[in-house]
């Protein structure tokens, strides 16, 4: 496996009176796409807004390669190489998708190549550049919040259930652009409902359950397991392939 670049050891999430996260120990390997599974209320969504700060860890240690980030500032996190797509997409509604790009171009100008290969990914992203993108759809917000996410390369890309509502042809789109971002030696966490989307794109799965690691190995592995799989979401991945 490859080396380690973001580790969570023992990780507690209190939210007001609520202990969500209860001891989460997860390694997320270098340029590999790691997929972070379990049923609802399990704390996934938590997990990734402990790492970005949104809510901070109660107890436990969260390093970034040699950076630990339990006590900086969501925006300094995100100035150490990480990118974070929430559930709600979190974009600009009122500014057009070319500012909410501008915008996610921390270091500068926009790099019209890095442009162009998203417009490959998702070749509708130039018919709506002006518009504003809270008067899009949810498949094109979507598209733009994943956009956003990696208008620049960064060190980690953080994505919480992209496929959540869209239509297949969107879904497939989504996996597609997922992919490619792969090829370039990307290190993703993705958390996802979507089963056939986790069984197509993942590296590596963690499971979540009551606010722990459960498990955690290769997804090909998983995948092939149909008890595991039932053991431990209550159903099957290959059957929703």
Do not use: C
């Not at 670049?5 to 202990?19: D, E």
């Not at 969504?45 to 040699?66: H, K, N, P, V, Y």
């Not at 996190?77 to 990480?82: E, K, P, V, Y």
Request: net charge positive; glycine share 10%; charged share 15%.
């Amino acid at each position: 496996m490859s080396d380690i670049l973001l580790q969570l050891s023992g990780v507690h999430t209190h939210i007001g009176p609520y202990h969500i996260l209860q001891g989460v120990d997860l390694s997320v390997p270098r340029a590999q796409l790691t997929m972070l599974l379990g049923r609802n209320g399990a704390g996934k969504s938590t997990t990734l807004r402990t790492i970005m700060g949104l809510w901070r860890a109660s107890a436990g240690s969260i390093t970034l390669e040699q950076t630990a980030l339990t006590q900086l500032a969501t925006a300094d996190i995100a100035l150490r190489g990480i990118a974070y797509v929430p559930e709600n997409m979190g974009i600009f509604s009122d500014l057009s998708v070319r500012e909410n790009m501008l915008l996610a171009a921390r270091s500068g100008p926009i790099n019209q190549q890095r442009l162009d290969w998203i417009f490959s990914l998702f070749p509708a992203l130039q018919q709506f550049w002006q518009k504003p993108a809270g008067k899009l759809s949810g498949g094109q917000k979507q598209m733009v919040a994943i956009s956003r996410a990696i208008i620049e390369k960064r060190k980690l890309y953080m994505f919480d259930e992209p496929s959540k509502g869209l239509a297949p042809v969107m879904v497939n789109s989504m996996i597609s652009a997922l992919r490619e971002l792969k090829k370039e030696g990307a290190t993703i966490l993705l958390v996802e409902q979507n089963l056939a989307v986790a069984q197509a794109l993942g590296d590596r799965v963690a499971v979540m359950d009551s606010g722990k690691i459960i498990h955690q190995g290769s997804m090909q592995e998983f995948s092939g397991n149909a008890a595991l799989q039932q053991q431990l979401l209550g159903l099957n991945v290959g059957a929703h392939a």
